[in-house]
């Protein structure tokens, strides 16, 4: 965990939990919502995971790490077929490949259709049986693993906790791990408020809500203020971020506090969930 210097003049204290320091090849959020995952795969006998991504997908290659460091084959269907012949100029897809993945491109009509019970079962024709990893990974288990996150201290010496958003699993997993005098904090990288619905699936708390003003456009958009914010972020601290999601948080809690948003005295706690890979394509685009 990272201490941040105290923010004048209420006194604010922000704290940055390194999940980031994690397995690096699957950090962060990625590794909280395997865990349970493979355990599962492993336990149902199953050898090969299947799971959805878009070209930059921290997920796609968190799954295809996991899957070579686990002895599980692993297969990717990826969003878009003209995706095919330039794996070799995207360091997310090869880095997959070099890890066992067989990749599958599919247009983005059918990359709809991932949920559909008979395009599940054309691909189990087609490629043979495999445990179902959904996209972004988020699923009961991967809730499991993300209640994880906190620990007995962060219970304890926080008043908030922040998280970025994306499919909603890591901040319910936050959630339900949270004290219920704790407020959770979420910052979605993407448009709209739809997620609300998402995160009550899984969440078995009340005591959060979304900050729905730092999308910066929407998913794997950015803006040179953004950008800046994360060069100034890092020069200071020495902390990589990425700015699709927790680039995005942090601007987003900064903002807040400049505002008066948080009460003076507060201790923040901010959760670094990873996804530093999709940098190396210049600007992380992760799923």
Known sequence: MHRLPQIQ????????????????????????KLKYNLIEARKQGHTTLLTFGGAYSNH??????????????????????E????????????????????????????????????FLENLRAKLGEFYLIPEG??????????????TVQDRANFDVICCAVGTGGTIAGI??????????LGFPALKGGFLFDEIRQWATRTNWDLCLDYHFGGYAKTTP????????????????????????????????IERGYFPAHSKILAIHTGGLQGNLSGINQQT
């Open 225 to 256: 203020e953004l950008l800046d914010f994360i060069h100034d972020f890092q020069k200071q601290t020495q902390i990589e971020l990425e700015p699709i999601y927790t680039g995005k948080m942090l601007f987003g809690i900064f903002d807040l």
């Open 9 to 32: 003049p209420r006194n604010i204290q922000l704290h940055l939990k390194r999940e980031d320091l994690l397995p690096p090849t699957i950090s962060g959020n990625k590794f909280r």
């Open 137 to 150: 990974g988020t699923n009961q288990l991967a809730v499991q693993g993300c209640e994880e996150i906190l």
């Open 83 to 118: 995706l095919t012949d330039k794996i070799a100029d995207n360091p997310t897809l090869a880095q997959a490949l070099a890890n066992g993945m067989q990749l599958h491109f599919v247009s983005r009509t059918d990359y709809r259709r991932k949920t559909d019970t008979d």
């Open 175 to 184: 959630i339900n791990s949270s004290a219920e005098r704790q407020k959770v």
């Open 60 to 81: 796609i290659a968190a799954v295809a790490a996991a899957g070579q460091e686990h002895g599980f084959q692993t297969i990717g269907i990826i969003r878009g077929e």
